[in-house]
């Protein structure tokens, strides 16, 4: 089974220029997450889909990040304009949501994409 | 949303010395799980434990969902297993996946 896969690896982008992640979940798995982390501290929330609903974006900063997942497949998350302070790395998850299910609920992350803002 | 609490944030052992890392939420959670961060930074799925007890080779996990908390266990640790552990619930289906902010595990040969 493939794995969830994102793209770029590595992004160094100026502040106040534009940049966009793209993630294709694990086949067949409903849930898609983007969550950021910040070096030195546990990943945070920032969109989660189901299919290609929101189901919470109330950590996004909507201001300036936005997230679409077309077709409840693959997704990007942009950024736009970028600031100093989204230097982080940007992980996208997936989960299939078996209900009733113990190993069908698990979370599978992809290797992320480390952006620094410079 | 829930609270996750790890302990100890950071951890020196010597290879071959055995550990225990605790995770305490402040909810009850129905999907928790254990990962691992590689250098490289990606997440690796170490357990899903919403209860009970797993073994897996030289690890093994154990969560009191009554009591709120989870245990991870590494025996005879090697350098390879430095980096950093986190755990991570979900209180129902619909809700995000919280993390705590890691315990950074450091194994000197």
């Known amino acids: 089974e493939a794995g969830v896969a994102q793209s770029p690896r590595y992004k160094i982008i100026e502040k106040r220029q534009s940049v966009a992640f793209w993630c294709n979940p694990i086949s067949g798995h409903a849930t898609l997450y983007w969550y950021q982390q910040i070096l030195g501290q546990g990943p945070k929330l920032l969109i989660q889909f189901q299919n290609n609903g929101v189901v919470d974006d109330s950590q996004l900063p909507k201001d300036r990040f936005s997230a679409e997942r077309l077709k409840g497949v693959d997704s990007t998350l942009k950024i736009q304009p970028a600031k100093l302070e989204d230097s982080a790395v940007y992980l996208c998850?997936?989960?299939?949501?078996?209900?009733?299910?113990?190993?069908?609920?698990?979370?599978?992350f992809g290797e992320g994409s480390w952006l620094t803002v410079v | 949303g829930i609270q996750v609490e790890q302990s100890p944030p950071d951890l020196i052992l010597q290879e071959g010395a055995n550990s225990t890392l605790r995770c305490n939420f402040s909810d009850s959670v129905n999907n928790l799980q254990w990962f691992h961060q590689n250098p490289w930074g990606q997440l690796i799925n170490l357990f899903y434990?919403?209860?009970g007890t797993k073994q897996n080779g030289r690890l093994s996990a154990t969560t009191v969902a009554t009591e709120r908390y989870s245990l991870l266990y590494i025996s005879s640790s090697q350098t390879t297993d430095s980096g950093v552990y986190f755990c991570?619930?979900?209180?129902?289906?619909?809700?995000?996946?919280?993390f705590g902010a890691g315990t950074r595990l450091t194994v000197k040969p």
């Open positions: 434990i919403p209860s």
């Open positions: 998850a997936s989960r299939h949501l078996r209900t009733g299910g113990l190993a069908g609920n698990t979370i599978y």
């Open positions: 991570a619930g979900v209180r129902d289906n619909n809700n995000d996946m919280r």
